[in-house]
């Protein structure tokens, strides 16, 4: 199967590998996929005091579309706002990364991924945080 | 066969990267059989069917050679040997020819679970033809058990088809007490030695194997030729797959091609003369890879016997660690996974699957083949970059992680997607 350059250079070159302290403060934790299914997520956020994701890690148990689309879901949600994160598509990642239609699903885990991440953050976290955030929207 | 044994690789114009490492797949034709198939295509070019002159009668005498050839590595007769486009069609057609000849008094087919899937297509296709068919299960390291093949043995059944050496797993199966219990029970005993012949020794009477299927591209001949051994005493019947001039004793019509004829047949030849030696070197090899990988790096499984094993297979989970995300880490290497994420259905291996393999495992698994042509090199060459690429994707691995702070992954609730 033939990958494009960006896929592979996300594959080679990960960025944003690594964990957070799970309790640590401001941090949301997303865990998808199941190891049966050959593929596994954990896509974390670090959210800043003004509400926009300061720092974002990743490790992936899966193919390269898997690794590459979780290392460039890092790289996006990045100086986001939850909102601005959650609108993030799995069909973008996948024309980014020109994701063979095989290969679709990754996508779809990477997009999960950052949505479970920001529920986490949000159950976390004081409600009126994540309403405020919405007022200022 | 000792300018083979050469450490530095003798193939002409053989790139040095990748490594190949997937002689299961296919293998190289070794230049000797290219030799000796080379006037074949040109200025002895002749139809062995001719009977009219010296062009058809030389070919038809390399033909005949060939066949010799053949049957000596498995100690048959030379008339029970029967040219075919490769181990599929061999498959094919012992399965098919004899299920449908003798359809009237039998209706039932015993085949193992682990079969190359050309075995086990053509079951299935009998099974809509309103055959019955018992798919064996294996036991953890891949072998059948031999009283679960004695029971499911009825009167009704007319063939049991067990290939003699896994194509994923390199297992090979007890073939002379599978061939004995056939004989006893007066059924058909057809084995698929595609990755058997010319590596492990097999002796069709000593076995009481009485169809046997080969290929010419897994033991260093060329692609797009096979044998099938069809016993004549007890005599085994087939009805035909391809009509036509009646070649091959009417089982299996069409132009014999004689320069692919004559390489299988080099081929085999040069398999039964080296076939001890080779075996040998290729174990040092398999044993040099493995305690490589076992020495530098923790979590690792052979899938499949050891011991009972061809030589040049190895078939080794990594815990967690993808094995297509490995393949792409491996790029300087030709190997082959056992996850199947390439294809959409995110199967991973049937095979594995059928010896227990947790799926997740499964999913970690690569397939390295060792051949003719593999070097010590080669190996040390392979054992620092997987070691290197697994290392830097378990960095990376979620599971790797929580195993290491003692997270047991089976506690998980996972979602499945």
């Known amino acids: ?137 | 066969m000792n300018s083979m044994n050469n450490s530095s690789p003798t193939l002409e114009n053989r790139p040095k990267l990748p490594v190949y490492l997937d002689y299961q797949a296919t293998t190289p034709c070794d230049p000797r059989v290219v030799q000796a198939m080379l006037p074949y295509f040109t200025e002895k070019f002749g139809n062995p069917h001719s009977r009219n002159h010296s062009y058809g009668w030389e070919s038809e005498e390399a033909v005949e050679k060939a066949r010799k050839q053949v049957a000596d590595l498995i100690g048959a007769d030379e008339k029970e040997i029967i040219f075919t486009s490769g181990a599929t069609e061999s498959n094919n057609l012992a399965l098919k020819g004899v299920a449908h000849f003798y359809k009237d008094r039998k209706d039932h087919i015993i085949t193992v679970a682990t079969e190359h899937k050309c075995v086990l297509d053509s079951c299935r296709h009998l099974e809509l033809e309103g055959f019955k068919v018992t798919y064996l299960p294996v036991q953890q390291n891949g072998l059948v058990d031999l009283e679960q093949l004695k029971a499911a043995i009825t009167d009704k059944t007319s063939i049991v088809s067990i290939m003699s050496v896994n194509n994923e797993i390199g297992v090979i199966q007890p073939i002379a007490e599978i061939g004995a219990i056939c004989r006893e029970r007066g059924v058909f005993f057809h084995t698929d030695a595609a990755q058997a012949a010319g590596k492990i020794p097999l002796d069709v009477n000593a076995m009481k194997i009485d169809l046997m299927s080969i290929s010419g591209h897994k033991i260093y001949g060329p692609k797009g030729i096979g044998a099938l051994f069809v016993r004549r005493k007890p005599r085994v019947r087939m009805e035909a797959m391809i009509h036509g001039g009646g070649q091959e004793r009417g089982f299996r019509s069409g132009t014999l091609p004689t320069p692919l004829i004559v390489g299988l047949g080099e081929a085999c030849a040069i398999a039964q003369k080296e076939m001890g030696a080779e075996a040998e070197r290729l174990k040092g090899l398999r044993d040099r890879l493995f305690n490589g990988l076992k020495a530098k790096l923790p979590d690792i499984y052979l899938n499949g016997d050891l011991d009972r094993r061809i030589p040049g297979n190895l078939n080794v989970s990594f815990a967690y660690v993808e094995g297509e995300g490995l393949m792409m880490g491996v790029k300087d290497l030709a190997v082959s996974s056992g996850s199947a994420c390439t294809s959409a259905s995110l199967e991973p291996s049937y095979v594995l699957r059928a010896l227990g393999v947790e799926e997740e495992l499964a999913h970690t698994s690569l397939r390295l083949g060792l051949g003719r042509f593999s070097t010590e090199q080669d190996v040390d060459y392979a054992v620092e970059h997987i070691v290197e690429a697994v290392t830097r994707l378990r960095a990376m691995s979620p599971l790797w992680e929580m195993a290491q702070e003692g997270i047991d992954i089976k506690s998980i609730e996972w979602a499945d997607h």
């Open chain 1, 1 to 137: 199967m033939a990958y494009s350059e960006k896929l592979l250079d996300h594959y080679d070159n990960p960025r944003n590998v690594g964990s957070f302290e799970k309790n640590e403060g401001g941090v949301g934790t997303g865990l998808v996929g199941a190891p049966a299914c050959g593929d596994v997520m954990k896509l974390q956020i670090k959210v800043g005091a003004d509400g926009r994701i300061a720092d974002a890690k990743f490790k992936t148990f899966g193919c390269g579309s898997a690794i590459a689309s979780s290392s460039l879901a890092t790289e996006w949600v990045k100086g986001k706002t939850l909102e601005e994160a959650e609108k993030i598509k799995n069909t973008e990642i996948a024309q980014h990364l020109s994701l063979p239609p095989v290969k679709i699903h990754c996508s779809v885990l990477a997009e999960d991924a950052i949505k479970a991440a920001i529920k986490d953050f949000r159950t976390k976290n004081e409600p009126s945080k994540s309403s405020g955030d919405k007022a200022a929207e």
